[in-house]
């Protein structure tokens, strides 16, 4: 398949998960694959310029219900949020690149994390909650949290975040289908026809 | 009928004029009225605590693209956006608050001042682009424009911002339903959703 889309996501935003539940579908039906980009979401503001939805507090209550409403519309579990937020998500990003890289179940694992997060509201900024996650899709917890600690990993997630910023982005989760960008869960639809008008 | 959603919106938002195209099909769907409420953005912003889209440049570029993705979607003829943009849009306001109080027609003055600005991309800040919409609707611009640089006038559009601010609007276009806020052109399905939701 030569249809793709990048789908550039952090573990701390709600209308990432939101898109992390029906990307695939959507890909499917475009007869496209997914690329899972794990970014840093305060990266990609400050790169920007912009400022984080849930530092204007109107917004970020409204956020809540509209976010709760996407839940409804979509046959999701009632969200919960994650019992620190905002929580501090690089480690659950780097943990998910970690995965990526040893080519154990990294869409899985996002999808995983997600829920716990999202669904269960457990604090992702914890070692100990990842590595929960880990364990019950049976990885080896202990050597991805060592490897997510390490150089290797700050600057994948870096990369991620810079190459984001770069291509036009100013928040998550953000899409591309070559220089297109699509912002935000409710531009799925956009992307699929971006995706349908290439060749197959 | 007693469904009823204001629709809070300033004549310089972009999104503001998509939503006006398919507000009232949609109110008719519901079987429910539309209040129009113009609106200032930039008091919004300052009571919310946010920021305006277009002082972020990334976004600005995205909102170009999505904005004209919107149109074509929507079957509508392209955008082209008004010859200074920002522009000041406070005496725009006013004007459509005036022709509202004179009994004029007041909706289709909204959407005709609309369309010179977004499909003819004239100057919403200049007094004799607004005198030419008026005059072409049958009105008389100069007592419209007179009564529009006036306190009733400039109160009346505080009145309505304030208001919009105070029940938690962060931006436009911002739809309420009961207490119940919406924010932008693409919620105007939940807004539908919720309208039907209410006793007919």
Redesign the interface.
Known sequence: MNRAVDFFFDFMSPYSYLASTRVEAMAARAEATVRWRPAYLPGILKA????APV?????A??IV??VE?WAK?LDLPPVKYPVVFPFNSALANRTALVVSQQGAPFVPYCRALFRALWIDGVDGGNADVLAQVLKDLDLDAGAVLLEANGEAARAALKENTDEA?AR???GVPSFFVGD????GN??LD?VEQALKALPG
Chains 1, 2 share one sequence.
Do not use: C, M, W
């Not at 920007?48 to 400022?51: A, H, L, Q």
């Not at 530092?55 to 917004?59: G, N, W």
């Open positions: 920007s310029g912009n400022i530092s204007v507090l109107p917004k209550a409204y219900r509209d409403r519309q910023a036009g982005a100013f297109e960008l699509f912002v409710d531009r956009f």
